[in-house]
């Protein structure tokens, strides 16, 4: 029993013993991903948004569309997709310097 015991009191001071190591981690990127954009990826220039045919520039946050034989750089979608879902769409990573 006492053997019981004082394995017991050894294991729970080895147990006690362990350093304890807090991590905090600030990561502060101009060049963030936006929240809906897929996951797993360190960089990434555009996305491509096939269902609404309109890109995404990461670096500089605009969406990317044409509107006749215009490309326009915009905030937001077009408001004939101001009810897409970006989060459940599909996306196209594309880094490329140009990619359209």
């Known amino acids: 029993m006492k053997k019981i015991l004082l394995i ?3 294991m729970m001071v080895s147990f006690f013993s362990i350093p304890v190591k807090a991590q905090l981690n600030v990561n502060v990127n101009i ?3 936006p929240l809906w954009g897929p996951i797993g990826y ?3 220039d555009y ?3 096939p269902d609404v045919e309109s890109y995404y520039n990461v670096p500089q946050k605009r969406f990317i ?3 006749g034989n215009q490309w326009v750089f915009a905030n937001s979608l077009p408001s004939k997709y101001r009810n897409y879902d970006l989060y459940n769409g599909y996306k196209v990573v ?3 310097p140009n990619p359209i």
Request: hydrophobic share 45%; charged share 5%; aromatic share 16%.
């Open 8 to 10: 017991a009191a050894l």
């Open 65 to 67: 569309y044409l509107s």
């Open 94 to 96: 594309i880094n490329s």
């Open 47 to 49: 996305y491509y948004l």
């Open 31 to 33: 060049n963030a991903q």
């Open 42 to 44: 360190d960089h990434v």
